[in-house]
C-alpha cells in the first residue's frame, strides 16, 4: 500500500508518498508522472516519515542546511537507483555537472567512459525532488538545464542554497 500528504511549499504544491515507512515520491503538483515506477494508487494517510519530510522541507525553504535525511526508498532500475545515491553525496550548495556525474559512474562502474545523457535519463526520473538534489546538476559551462518541475524552480532552489551559505560581514 502507499500513502501521500500534501506539503504547501514556497515554490508550489507538492506531494509526498511512502509506502508506510519511507519516502518513495516527493514532487510538484502537475509533475507526477514522475511517479509512474511506483505505479499504485494512494490513500491519504498521516505518517511519521511525512512529518520527518515536512520538517526536513520547513528547514530547506527557511535557509536552513538540513542535518538529517528523511528515510528514503527508491524504486527504478539500478543504474538509476545509483546515480540517485550519487545525487544524495552532493553538498548542499554546490552544483555538479551531467558530464561529472557520467565520470563517476563510469569509474564505479570499471568502464572506459559514460554518456551524459544517460546520466541525463536518471536524473530527469528522480522521484525524490529536493531531498534528492537533481536540482544541483547543471549543463556544461554552469548552463541551467533539464528540471522537470522547471527552470524556474531550479534556480530558486540554487539561490536559496547560495543565499544560506554567505556568511554576514
Excluded at 10 to 25: D, F, K, R, V, Y
Excluded at 42 to 48: C, G, K, Y
Excluded at 49 to 76: C, N, S, V
Aim: net charge positive; with cysteine; hydrophobic share 40%.
Amino acid at each position: 500500500m502507499q500513502y501521500s500528504q500534501k506539503y504547501e511549499s514556497p515554490l508550489g504544491l507538492m506531494t509526498m508518498i511512502s509506502n508506510g515507512e519511507a519516502l518513495i515520491g516527493l514532487g510538484f503538483e502537475g509533475k507526477e508522472y514522475l511517479f509512474s515506477s511506483l505505479n499504485q494508487p494512494t490513500d491519504v494517510a498521516a505518517l511519521p516519515i511525512f512529518d520527518a519530510t515536512r520538517h526536513w522541507l520547513d528547514m530547506y525553504f527557511k535557509g536552513e542546511i538540513p542535518d538529517f535525511t528523511p528515510k528514503i526508498k527508491f524504486f527504478g532500475s539500478d543504474f538509476r537507483q545509483q546515480v540517485w545515491n550519487d545525487l544524495l553525496l552532493m553538498p548542499y550548495g554546490t552544483t555538479t555537472t551531467y558530464g561529472q556525474l557520467a565520470q563517476q559512474a563510469a569509474a564505479r562502474m570499471k568502464k572506459a567512459k559514460m554518456s551524459a545523457q544517460a546520466i541525463g535519463g536518471a536524473v530527469g526520473h528522480n522521484p525524490i525532488s529536493i531531498i534528492v538534489p537533481c536540482h544541483r546538476v547543471v549543463g556544461t559551462n554552469g548552463k541551467l538545464t533539464g528540471y522537470a518541475s522547471g527552470l524556474w524552480r531550479k534556480e530558486k532552489l540554487l539561490n536559496l542554497e547560495a543565499k544560506s551559505l554567505k556568511l554576514p560581514f
